[in-house]
C-alpha cells in the first residue's frame, strides 16, 4: 500500500507541478499523503522547489535564490537555503528576510536583490539553527513539522516518496497557504 501511495502521490506532485494548480488541488493531494515522522526524515541538505498556486509567495524564493532547507537533526534546523550566482548554499536567518514584501515587490526587484546576494550575504547569513523539527498534529495527521524559533511559521509535511517531501507554511496571519517541495 505505502509503494502505491507513494507512486500515486508522485505521480499527482508531478502533474500539479507541471500545469499549475489551485489551491484547493494542493490541499487534496496533501490531506491524501501519509505523514513522515521527524524520526522517519532524511538529514542533510533539500533542495526546495515551488508549487504555483497563484499564492503572493510564488515566485518570490525562487527569484530570491532560495535553495531549499537543511535538517541536521531534530533540534538542529535551517530552515532558508539560498544559493549565490557562484552556486555557493549558505544558511538565512529567517528573521532577516522580509517575507512581508511578498506579493508587493515584483519578480524583477526580487531578482536584482538576488544579484545583491554578494554584498547582502554577510548580513543574512548565519551559523545557527533557527528551527526545529517536532511530530505536529495538522488536519487530522500526525506528521514532521518545522518549527521556526523567532517567526510564527510552521512548516508542515508530509511524504510523497523516499526522496520527497511536500510542504505547507503555515504563518501566522497569511490567508493562503503556500505550499512546497523538497528533493533530496
Known sequence: ???????????????????????????ALFDRLPGIRVAEVTTGRWRGEELDTGHPLDGVLVASGWYGKQFDGPDSVHPLLFADAAGTVFPVDPRRVPLSLAGKVP???????????????????????TAR?????FR????AAMVYDHLPIIDHFRRVDAHTLFGVMDL????EPYFFVLRR
Open 172 to 175: 501566522r496571519g497569511m490567508a
Open 140 to 143: 487530522g495527521v500526525v506528521s
Open 1 to 27: 500500500m505505502a509503494a502505491e501511495t507513494s507512486v500515486t502521490g508522485t505521480a499527482e506532485l508531478a502533474a500539479l507541478q507541471t500545469g499549475g494548480c489551485t489551491t484547493e488541488q494542493a490541499w
Open 133 to 137: 523539527l517536532r511530530d505536529v498534529e
Open 107 to 129: 519578480l524583477s526587484g526580487v531578482r536584482m536583490l538576488r544579484s545583491m546576494l554578494p554584498v547582502l550575504g554577510p548580513v543574512l547569513r548565519t551559523r545557527n539553527h
